[in-house]
């Protein structure tokens, strides 16, 4: 049987984060991954955004490691050739009772110490942003935005370069204690769609890690089921996009948001300039039962027509083309409202595990905090 000292149960985004961070001091590090290459689940199905901070509660972790995140992300990219860049954002009031609830967001954004908040009128809207109807707008110049993929696979290769190993195809199956250990059964080799005892190529292997760590995304309370740990149970939220067809890419610069929805599930359908110059639209929000039910029963370019109509009035549906569409996994269940925080702690029963739970927006951003914080609980169970 192997021993390592670290094992990570997921490659997304704040998986290989946390390989980058925890190689540095150790050796060992081993980061498994159901899919074929890292990042191809929630880490990558998003608007690629890197967030500012303006829109979590002050104090919790969400506010927390994206503000620091955010910062880390940039300096990140610049060290590693990512594609990003740094373009900021607007945050539309589109009728004057909306106003309240956007100079609220302003006050949070401070609150939470993010920079150089300001709120602009028409005039200025429309010199930024010539086709968005807008009445008062919120100025947030610390957003950019980044090429996803590119970013999770710089992580995962700054990790390997420093001796961590990664290996996809390799789905987690149980999870042992033992008294200074946990003996974590893998079935390594087969596709994910492909029925447990199917496929002649898997193989089972089993390693003991002096440290397991779960950032397993949409799994991640299957995985803590694994241990025996029912505290948590992840409701599959889907948001799609449409893509606005050239030459009407001119209708958008940059970011434009609505003011996010009042029950806390989506910071509402927005319109991102990406690192390609495409613009997009969304995401919808909407649960899910499956966690990999990215196709079943989508919207329609008429559905998305005619939410981006309340920002760009002169859109059509003959401007939009679907494109594609993420899973986010919420820990808030379909019949409550609010935006629950992140979930990053040691095990109740199992102190060699920890959990990252419900690691959604802004996940992206906050990896490379949340990778400092799993460090400093990783040199607790390791001294």
């Known amino acids: 049987m192997d021993e390592v000292n670290i094992l990570i149960i997921g490659g997304g985004v704040v998986g290989c984060a946390i390989a980058a961070e925890l190689s540095k001091k150790w050796q060992d590090v081993f980061v498994v991954e159901r899919f074929p290459r890292v990042g191809m689940a929630t880490s990558t199905r998003n608007s690629g955004v890197i967030h500012s901070g303006i829109y979590y509660s002050p104090g919790s972790l969400k506010a927390r490691h994206c503000l620091q995140g955010n910062a880390l992300t940039f300096a990140f990219c610049e060290e590693h050739n990512v594609p990003h860049r740094r373009t900021g954002k607007l945050v539309v009031a589109t009728e004057a ?3 309240t ?15 150089g908040l300001r709120l602009i009128g028409p005039a200025e809207i429309r010199e930024r942003e010539p086709h968005i109807a807008g009445v008062t707008a919120l100025d947030v110049p610390s957003t950019g935005i980044v090429s996803a993929e590119e970013l999770v ?16 195809r390799a789905q987690v199956v149980s999870l042992e204690p033992t008294a200074k250990a946990i003996r974590v059964g893998i079935r390594v080799g087969e596709d994910v769609n492909t029925p447990p005892g199917q496929d002649e190529i898997a193989t089972h292997e089993t390693i003991e890690a002096r440290c397991v760590i779960n950032a397993a995304g949409l799994y991640a309370d299957d995985v803590a089921a694994l241990i025996g740990n029912h505290s948590w149970k992840i409701y599959p939220v889907r948001g799609e996009y449409c893509e606005v067809r050239s030459p009407r890419r001119s209708l958008i610069n940059g970011l434009v948001y609505p003011l996010p929805h009042a029950d806390g599930l989506s910071l509402g359908m927005h319109f991102t300039k990406t690192i390609w110059d495409t613009v997009l639209i969304g995401p919808t929000a909407r649960y899910v039962k499956d966690k990999d039910d990215y196709e079943r029963d989508r919207l329609t370019v008429s559905d998305f027509a005619e939410g981006a109509r309340i920002l ?11 494109a594609y569409s993420g899973l986010r996994p919420k820990l808030v269940p379909p019949d409550q409202h609010g935006m629950a925080d992140f979930v990053i702690e040691s095990d109740a029963k199992v102190p060699q595990m920890i959990h990252l739970v419900g690691m959604e927006s802004p996940g992206l951003t906050a990896a490379p905090s949340v990778a400092r914080q799993v460090a400093g609980m990783v040199g607790e169970i390791l001294a």
């Open 97 to 99: 009772r909306e106003e």
């Open 101 to 115: 609830a956007l100079e609220a967001l302003n006050q949070r954004g401070q609150d939470n110490g993010v920079e």
């Open 153 to 168: 696979r710089a992580y995962a290769r700054v990790a390997v370069e420093q001796g961590a190993h990664i290996v996809t």
């Open 312 to 322: 760009v009035p002169e859109i059509t549906d003959d401007d939009l083309q679907l």
